[in-house]
């Protein structure tokens, strides 16, 4: 598939991170915020108070995604001469999937582990993101890979004293999550 025909697909994964984002940031910023009015606010998550975090993780995703060769050659024309490296747009895709991987980690580490956090959730969309943006089978099971590491090394490697984040985030974040999953599931059908 070259450039032009790939087009669509790195701007569907443009959609996708701008969903992520949101997740996350929503998620991190309630976390916090149930932790602050809880009646045992002994130690305080760290997610919302470094939200900055989570955007910086999306500008460079974002970035990175712009930075492909799919979405420049849609503006080569208003570009005229000048010539800008790209990335190629497979990798770009697969740079991103990892962003999303380590990020999912961080918020999890940060939020009690694997077992307890919320933001658990956001490890099984993964999958389902990379099937719809056409990513080869090898880069599907090396992404299953690094979520069932990762997945695997929160259940063990917890922040000591955290406490899990309300009921209610984990809920919406699971729920947002098997949204996403659902509406990708019937546009491909």
């Known amino acids: 598939m070259n450039a032009a025909s790939s087009s669509p697909i790195i701007h569907a994964a443009f959609v996708m991170q701008v969903c992520l984002a949101a997740i996350m ?14 009646s045992d606010y002994i130690n305080p ?5 470094k939200g900055w975090i989570t955007v910086v993780f999306f ?15 849609n503006w ?4 005229g001469t000048i010539r800008i490296g790209s990335l190629h747009w497979q990798f770009a895709l697969f740079c991103v999937f990892l962003a999303d991987i380590v990020w999912t980690f961080v918020l999890v580490y940060l939020t009690a582990g694997s077992e307890r956090s919320a933001f658990s ?9 990379a ?9 599907i099971l090396s992404y299953a890979a690094a979520i069932v590491v990762c997945f695997t090394a929160g259940l063990y ?20 999550c098997l949204g996403l999953s659902l509406i990708l599931g019937f546009m491909t059908r």
């Not at 929503?26 to 916090?32: E, H, M, T």
């Not at 099937?131 to 880069?139: E, M, T, V, W, Y």
């Open 45 to 49: 998550l760290l997610v919302g108070r």
């Open 121 to 129: 959730a956001i490890y099984f969309v993964l999958p389902a993101f």
């Open 76 to 79: 080569k024309g208003l570009a």
């Open 25 to 38: 940031a929503f998620g991190a910023f309630s976390a916090d915020r149930d932790e602050r009015f809880s």
């Open 157 to 176: 490697w917890i922040k000591e004293n955290s406490k899990p984040p309300n009921r209610s985030t984990g809920w919406w974040i699971s729920m947002s």
């Open 59 to 73: 500008l460079v995703t974002i970035v990175v995604l712009v930075s492909s060769d799919a979405f420049l050659d």
């Open 131 to 139: 099937f719809f943006l056409k990513q080869d089978s090898h880069r």
